[in-house]
């Protein structure tokens, strides 16, 4: 089987400025947002009030929804208030505004759990991923406990595949982590791999981080239960499609999940926090993230605890060269462009990219000149050009009979647009009106 998918681009990566940097530890601010929407699925509520002491690692957010992580103070210290905030997403949600004491009191509940991995059931590895509130940290933001017991229950997993493909231009987070903690990986995915009561985990690269393929080599050894999958570099590879189907040869279906072709897909850094979640008792209060572009004066990846405002981790990075022109978080491709370094760092926080203002400007569109690149690029063999001209159309039963749930807003088609127009963009707004379309169409029924 080949080891790329059909379609893709070759973007200017960009990786060197963080690649071979060593993991620093950024120190916690004096005042973190924590904020209750983190993940996907039911919103969290609140279990302290303003005024309390927390510790490294209290849960101070909780829901009984079954879709849900939990949320845990990154430092001790005092709870300032309970207010609404600017978070990634571009609204204000409610964040828990945490006071730092500067001593690093770790809760008390805190210990190793006290059984070996060999020992574990799958009920225990599910409760210890729900308790350490550990979502997709490839950006899904996906509860892990809940991807774990659903796919138990269903009966389909055949193949757990561990995703550190890490495609995005500009991005080292995960592959600092494969080369830094490549034990945590290891045990973690080997942690989830028992849950699902499966005997093989694949753990999935690019072939643009030789060192982290060989740390993980190194550590499995000889033993046959972990394999490392090493694709051709090309972008969006790091996408749960795109592995599944140079992996396993099968295609998620229009509306389907992985787990309806057998497939389980998580990201290396939620196995290292299940992995640190059974060693040292510590749920997820911090996260890896990649500080970088050309006009950050000193690009770093940087462990973080969640709540830091993105400006003190750029100030940490001895700041900017220059007036930014953009801030995004994650990549270039498919990250979410920010309106304040206000905003905090969440679960899902895999980089802080900061671009001038001569690379954020966006050239002036044509018309469609019909070269069909982006017909060539498309990783989900989709037709871009079409659906743009019923997008301008706003013709929704076309985009659906043509797919465009099936987009994954990679951003491919935009990239090669030679008349620079905003394809992605467009696809994104009508994926969501027909969304709604449906949802009114749906109700108007009962
Ligand atoms: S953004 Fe959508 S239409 Fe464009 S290349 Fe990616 S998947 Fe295809
Ligand atoms: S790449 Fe752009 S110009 Fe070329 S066919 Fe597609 S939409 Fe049209």
Not at 84 to 98: F, L, M, N, Q, R
Not at 253 to 276: E, F, H, M, Q, W
Request: glycine share 8%; hydrophobic share 35%; proline share 7%.
């Amino acid at each position: 089987m080949a080891d790329t998918f059909k379609g893709g681009i070759h973007p200017d990566y960009q990786k060197s400025l963080t690649s071979s940097k060593i993991i620093e530890t950024l120190p916690p601010p004096e005042t973190l947002y924590i904020p209750l929407s983190q993940h996907r699925g039911a919103p969290a509520e609140p279990i302290v009030a303003v005024g309390d002491t927390v510790f490294v690692g209290t849960k101070i957010a909780d829901s009984t929804a079954a879709v849900f992580a939990p949320i845990h103070s990154s430092v001790s210290g005092t709870v300032k208030a309970i207010e609404p905030y600017y978070h990634p997403s571009g609204a204000k949600t409610t964040c828990i505004i945490i006071e730092n004491d500067g001593k690093d009191t770790p809760d008390p509940s805190i210990k190793p759990y006290d059984k070996p991995i060999s020992q574990l059931t799958s009920d225990e590895i599910v409760a210890m991923a729900r308790e350490a509130g550990i979502v997709g940290m490839g950006g899904a933001g996906f509860p892990l406990h809940f991807k774990i017991s659903s796919s138990i229950k269903c009966g389909k997993a055949e193949a757990l595949l561990i995703n550190g493909a890490e495609c995005e231009p500009y991005l080292s987070s995960d592959h600092r982590i494969m080369v830094e903690r490549t034990e945590q990986v290891v045990e973690g995915a080997r942690m989830i791999m028992r849950a699902l009561g499966l005997s093989k985990v694949t753990i999935c690269t690019e072939s643009n981080k030789p060192d982290a393929v060989k740390a993980l080599k190194e550590y499995i050894g000889d033993a046959s239960d972990v394999d490392v999958k090493v694709f051709d570099t090309k972008y969006p590879q790091g996408s749960e499609k795109q592995i599944i189907q140079v992996v396993m040869g099968r295609e998620v279906p229009t509306g389907k999940l992985p787990i309806d072709v057998g497939a389980v897909v998580t990201n290396v850094d939620s196995c290292g926090a299940l992995y640190r979640a059974w060693k040292y008792g510590t749920p997820l209060y911090e996260r890896v993230v990649t500080v970088t572009g050309k006009i950050v004066v000193e690009p770093k990846v940087l462990l973080c605890r969640i709540g830091t405002p993105f400006q003190y981790a750029i100030d940490f990075c001895s700041g900017l060269s220059e007036e930014p022109g953009k801030v995004i978080m994650g990549g270039p491709m498919m990250g979410q462009a920010q309106y304040t370094t206000e905003v905090p760092i969440i679960k899902t926080t895999s980089g802080i990219l900061v671009l001038s203002k001569e690379e954020a400007v966006l050239p002036p569109s044509t018309n469609c000149i019909r070269c069909g690149k982006c017909l060539r690029t498309c990783p989900t063999r989709l037709l871009p050009c079409y659906l743009n001209m019923y997008s301008d159309m706003d013709n929704l039963e076309e985009l659906d009979k043509l797919g465009i749930d099936n987009c994954i807003e990679c951003g491919a088609c935009t990239y090669v647009c030679p008349a620079r127009l905003p394809l992605t963009q467009k696809f994104r707004l009508y994926k969501a009106k027909l969304g709604e379309a449906r949802r009114n169409a749906a109700a108007a029924k009962k």
